[in-house]
């Protein structure tokens, strides 16, 4: 019913063998406790590096058995849709090969099935309901850290479902990554260009993201976990803390979740719901609040948007809600939530710096007016809203297009200069071709998305409105009226 650890890494090791041009198998810095390797697989199809990645994790939850499956089935299904040119099919919702390959020659995708291999081999030989990994807590007769409690974001601040006693299932450790399996983890955020994070887990139907420990706003940036105490094992000695998100930020966690559970309720009609970590509990030290915390307790770093899944329903027992007896629809359902992750991290502006300008300046400058400018603004992050929106089928044409991909890089290139050279303003030029690109763009990306059209269209009045006008002028118009704005 449920593959062993070794059938797993098997998987892993014979798509990285018989497919060395789409898979890579790496074997990550530390084994676990009791020695076993632990792998990821990477796919990648294409020319180009330097890409964005996708980071998906499974099995953290020793009795969480479904999800690393799902994991290396999603995996094969990605492999066999790539090279055969055939869509990928999870019950009512299809991605054509155009968008499997469109994600696979945007992205990195990076694929840990399996981060807690101890604990998975003692659920299936020994205790099924176990959680942690294996490790022996000195001075007791308990073993395992809950790996979901050990990252380093608010460590050992016992909120909610957080604890520091040893013989809790929630057990945070004896310090922030104190257990190699969530080091490994660590390591792929520091090593690789990690974008989108997702830990998939068991169980609720839930699509959960920042923040878990507590609840988010967005008016106050001084309430920041940076100025938490950490290691205190207790809650939180600030009565009516709130986490700071940005505006835009918040957004953009609230969309993609959005667009996971309508990729999966399109699979069976499963009604997932999208909601911070705190709205389910209170935790810290999860995965996927560090991926998401790390750029702001070092700027230096990039940001990384994390995600958790929460994949089934409860039922009866807990342990059929775990590893229920036939968990093929609900592995459908992870794998359609996962993909629409992954298509949601792909950019038509990266996918055009990388491959066709061959760097990254101009599509930075262009990012900083989104990021610093734009998203200070609800007319603002309107605009950001719509972009977002026909981000994936202008991609999708671009990437089959290369003589439009081209007019699409000359036009990005003149955006990026005008951004950042003040005295240069928008001529006649630049609106002829920005019109005729958006126009041949709205004909073939909009063919069978009236949304898509109507997005397009607003773009094309804003450039007529901008000849003889600077670019900074042009953003401030943005940040100032919205897309439906007369």
Partial sequence: MYRTVAQIDSVISQLATSFPQLCTRTQLPEPSLQGRPVFALRLRGGPGGNRRGVLMVGGTHARELMNPDALVELAVDLVTSYLNGTPVVYGGRTWTALDVKLVLESLDVWIVPCVNPDGRHRVMTVDNMWRGNLRDNPGTPCDGVDLNRNADFVWGVTEGQTSCSPCSEVFVGSGAFSEPETRNVKHLLDTRHIHSFVDVHSFSELVLYPWGHAHSQTDDPAQRFTGLPTGTCAPLAVPGYREYITPRDLLRFSTVAGRVVEAIAAVRGRAYTPQTGRALYATTGTQSDYAYSRHIAQPALHKTYGFTIETGPRVETLEDSFHPRDPTLIKRDAKAGVLALAQQSVCAFDLIGVRLLGRQTEVDALRRVRDEQLATTEPGREWITLIERVELPVAAVLLEDERLAGRAAALIERAGKLVEDEKLVVTDEDVALGLAL??????????????????????????????????????RELMGRGPGAE
């Fill in 438 to 475: 958006v126009g041949e763009l709205a004909e073939r990306a909009g063919a069978k998305d009236e949304q898509v059209r109507a997005d397009l269209k607003a773009v094309g009045v804003v450039l007529e409105r901008a000849r003889g006008v600077p670019a900074d002028a042009v953003v």
